[in-house]
């Protein structure tokens, strides 16, 4: 070989090697994350991105992900993902969709994982571009990837769920549920609750605040019109702030329209426009309560405890003509006479164990009756009525898993889809744990986010609501 062309040769060589290691540098430019949801799925996160003073030519823009962890681990190429490839412009924006199910390392999150963000520019794509420093975050995400659980109640019944869900007594009736992103006993996790707004990253590692209130109260009356025919269905699918979604359940799933659901309910002259309306006259219909000889119910009337034993008592199937002339063993108050057009109806309620004495053989018959008293009654309904179906006209029974389950089974006190910090349910009041079992599984309402207002007197509707919430069939 000349020395001409071992000259012309080496020159090449040094060329494209030149050419080689000048591809392999980083592009000029700054990339940041510009907004970042605290929460998302298991699934993607969409993040806000954007670069700035680029140099001319091809340059890609990269996001890196990674699991936090206390010492950190180096980025990894797997787990990268091509933003844009930008030509000739020194600045650019948009919003990427991080896909962690593609990713070697980020593809099994589970809720309450962190994922920590960072940006390149590069002229090379994820496999060959340079790594991150190991100390560069730009963004951090938590994961919250369970859909929120819940229950749902369908109007009072005697009929058990099935595959098909009960048809209503009348026309006009409640579809509640209550749902839960949180556990019900972890107490440091972090979820997303239910929102949908997204705020933007704050930099610490410590679980940020919900989107949205950790539980949600779905109030939904329905009513059928008057033309309703053929098969009906309502459902929900209930959603939590970082997009998790549960399949469509239903209340009722292609069921046909029966002639009783068309039919009005039973009513009042001065039930109209009440929020009680709908519990009243559904409960009415099924003969559970009953108004006065003047065709008036009085749902905001308050009512004394000798009122609420009778309420509570035909509410049980009871009429007059079926209580006791005397005071059973244990349900001899000195304040109830036999003559008190109350005593059989206080005997009765006494004797079934729904309602006690105030002590010192008490009963108090015309002082009003509480909020926290309603509870009670209700919580001693569950713990005595719940296996009895006869009773309670068959709407107290094993199907009833509100009652049976959840005030009395499995579920421990304080264990409820919602919980408050009540100030002013004292520690050992008789009505403390009825209380929380009522609000928790969404049978009473606080007066206040921080009130149960336990002794303040409660109304005959208040009353009828609970009462319809209680008998609810749950699913």
Known sequence: MSKKIFTVLLLAV???????????????????ITAIPDFSSGTDVDLDWAATGMAAGTKNI?????????????????????????????????????????????????????????LSVDDQTCATADVPAIDSVMGVN?????????????????????????????????????????????????????????????????????????????????????????????????EDAAGNINPVDYYRNGVAVVPAELEDCATFSDISGSDYETYVRY????????????????????????????????????????????????CDFTDVAATDWFSGWVWQACDDG???????????????????????????????????????????????ILLNTFFIGAYPVGYGFRQAAWTDVSVGAFYATPVQKAYGWGVAEGTSDTTFSPDQAATRGEFAKMLYRALSIIN
């Not at 040094?14 to 940041?32: E, R």
């Not at 933003?83 to 980020?106: E, P, Q, V």
């Not at 839960?180 to 605040?209: K, M």
């Not at 009085?298 to 005397?326: C, V």
Request: glycine share 10%; with cysteine; hydrophobic share 45%.
């Open 142 to 238: 938590y994961v919250d990837a369970s859909a929120p659980f819940y229950i749902q109640g369908n109007p009072p019944s005697t009929t058990a769920v099935a595959a098909s869900l009960d048809t209503a007594a009348c026309n006009t009736f409640e579809y509640w549920a209550l749902g839960r992103d949180a556990s019900l006993i972890a107490t440091t996790e972090a979820y997303s609750g239910f929102g949908s707004w997204n705020p933007q990253v704050t930099g610490t590692f410590a679980p940020p605040a919900p989107m949205g209130p950790t539980s949600s109260l779905l109030s939904w009356t329905f009513a059928f019109p008057a033309t309703a025919t053929g098969a009906w269905s309502a459902s929900i699918a209930p």
């Open 354 to 400: 729904l309602m006690n004495g105030v002590g010192g053989g008490l009963f108090d018959p015309n002082n009003l009756l509480t909020r926290g008293q309603v509870v009670t009654i209700l919580n001693n309904v569950a713990t005595s009525y719940f296996a009895t179906p006869a009773l309670f006209g068959g709407y107290i029974a094993t199907n009833n």
């Open 14 to 32: 040094f060329m494209l090697a030149q050419f080689s290691i000048a591809s392999a540098v980083a592009v000029t430019g700054d990339a940041s």
């Open 283 to 330: 409960l009415a219909t099924l003969g559970l309560i009953s108004g006065f000889a003047d065709g008036t119910f009085g749902p905001d009337n308050t009512l004394t405890r000798a009122e609420a034993s009778a309420l509570i008592e035909i509410s049980n199937g009871y009429d007059d003509t079926m209580l006791p002339t005397s005071a059973p063993a244990g």
């Open 62 to 118: 990269l996001v890196w992900g990674r699991e936090y962890a206390a010492v950190p681990v180096a980025y990894d190429p797997a787990d990268c993902q091509l933003i844009a490839t930008i030509i000739g412009t020194s600045d650019a924006s948009g919003t990427f969709t991080y896909d962690f199910t593609t990713t070697a390392n980020l593809n099994a999150l589970t809720t309450g994982d962190q994922v920590e963000f960072t």
